[in-house]
């Protein structure tokens, strides 16, 4: 009976700020946090979860200050909410883990599901209390998709019911199946379509750059994504329409740069040459003509992983006058730092030089034009608070040495600097000054 008087409680509040709502203006923004879609399920006490403890992971992102929450909740199947087209996170998860890396450790493995499972019995799920804690602080927040994810490789279309009965559907010699197909085509619009009549979210993005095979012939069939983004745009302006809205957004993550070959030299810091990173063109992103026909409210280019900068003053050349916000990527980790082991000691000058080059990234994108910053992989709420040395919320976790992300000074930066991204004056003093006492290793 509480869950139920909770749920009607609930759609009556979601009925009022649907009403009360008014457009987001896509140039502004700010940081846009778009939070993988399992990082809190990883991180979770599993099948003990409750949505308190769920919903506490959600509120140390909030108190970080995104301007917009977009929320990873499918890839495009399965997903992390209440669904009857898709299929739940929990159902193949830990069979599929186990089988892509078999010495993963039974309770790791079940981890995730258990902890979904646990959710949706209690009649909620990870998007919908996403959604209430995003609503109490009134922060707006997008269901993002991201649109052929292959993490789990070989396993990755036994995660779903649909990738089950369509394996006949692949974009060759990939994991993931192939929008130029009817059957995948429709299977996602419906996907799309329900989530925005059945959920109070603000509108969808479209992630095109956690992998990069999104459509097969991609410089011939390009223009089955352009209509797959007009028929998404469309929709939510019906749905936007039913709910009494003025405007549900539509935000893209795509490629670098606009056109071209990849050369790694023309982006100080990239990690990963083609096919990993490529254009939008290659990748089949008609982003032209996205903005042409005003499909999109945000664009957010990255580099895939992302180490690096994208050409920002491409795309903001591209949508001027057109009220289109560009919002580039900032990488969640230095390329000196992406290595196991750890290349560099955990010590304040690494830090600050952290620090710093967070700073100078984001300069350099306010300095190409950039409306503000997008984030990516970025797991700030992971780490415990200075003063700190458990993060208050799922299970315990050690710490490993060295200058690495998973490390307790690596996270410590990412909480700090990341208020501070949709200032660029806070930024320029935060690059003059030495390193913040609350920063500073603690002695032995």
């Not at 992390?80 to 299929?87: D, E, G, L, N, P």
């Not at 890396?101 to 902890?115: H, L």
């Amino acid at each position: 009976m509480r869950l139920f008087i909770i749920g009607v409680v609930w759609a009556a509040c979601a009925g009022v700020l649907a009403e009360n709502s008014t457009a987001l203006d896509g140039k502004k923004l700010g940081v846009i946090f778009n939070n993988d879609i399992n990082n809190i399920l990883c991180m979770s006490s599993g099948k003990n979860i409750t949505p308190e403890e769920y919903r506490y992971a959600v509120m140390r992102i909030l108190d970080l200050a995104p301007t917009l929450f977009a929320q990873n909740v499918g890839m495009p199947d399965p997903v992390i909410y209440r669904s009857q087209i898709a299929t739940t996170w929990d159902k193949y998860h830990a069979e599929v883990t186990k089988a892509v890396w078999p010495e993963t450790k039974e309770e790791d493995a079940q981890r995730q599901a258990a902890a979904m499972r646990h959710l949706l019995e209690l009649g909620t799920d990870p998007l919908t209390i996403t959604l209430q804690a995003c609503r109490e602080r009134g922060v707006p927040i997008v269901a993002s998709y991201r649109m052929n994810g292959e993490d789990f490789y070989a396993g990755e279309l036994d995660l779903y019911d649909f990738g089950r009965q369509h394996k006949d559907l692949c974009i060759p010699g990939c994991n993931c199946l192939d929008p130029a197909k009817p059957e995948v085509y429709k299977h996602r619009m419906e996907i799309f379509r329900e989530v925005a009549e059945k959920y109070d979210i603000d509108g969808i993005e479209f992630d095109f750059r956690r992998w990069y095979h999104m459509i097969s012939d991609p410089l011939k069939n390009y223009p089955i994504l352009t209509q797959m983004v007009a028929d998404t745009r469309k929709m939510l302006d019906e749905t936007a329409k039913r709910k009494g809205r003025s405007r549900m957004i539509l935000g893209v993550r795509v490629g670098p740069m606009l056109e071209g070959p990849f050369r790694k030299e023309d982006f100080p810091g990239s990690y990963y040459p083609e096919p990993t990173n490529m254009s939008c063109k290659n990748l089949g992103l008609d982003v032209n003509a996205w903005v042409e026909q005003k499909l999109v409210d945000y664009i957010c280019p990255a580099l895939f992983s992302p180490m690096g900068l994208p050409k920002t003053k491409e795309f903001v050349e591209l949508t001027k006058g057109a009220g289109i916000g560009i919002y580039p990527t900032l990488s969640y980790t230095p390329a000196w730092a992406h290595f196991d082991p750890p290349n560099e000691p955990d010590t304040n000058e690494i830090r600050l030089r952290h620090v710093r080059d967070i700073c100078q990234e984001a300069l350099q994108c306010y300095d190409d034009g950039a409306d503000g910053i997008s984030l990516f992989n970025w797991f700030p709420h992971s780490f415990p608070m200075p003063g700190k040395d458990y993060q208050d919320w799922g299970r315990k976790h050690e710490w490993p040495q060295g200058y690495r992300p998973d490390a307790l000074g690596f996270g410590r930066v990412t909480q700090y600097m990341m208020p501070k991204l949709a200032h660029p004056n806070a930024l320029k003093e935060c690059l003059t000054q030495d390193l913040p006492s609350s920063l500073q290793v603690s002695p032995p």
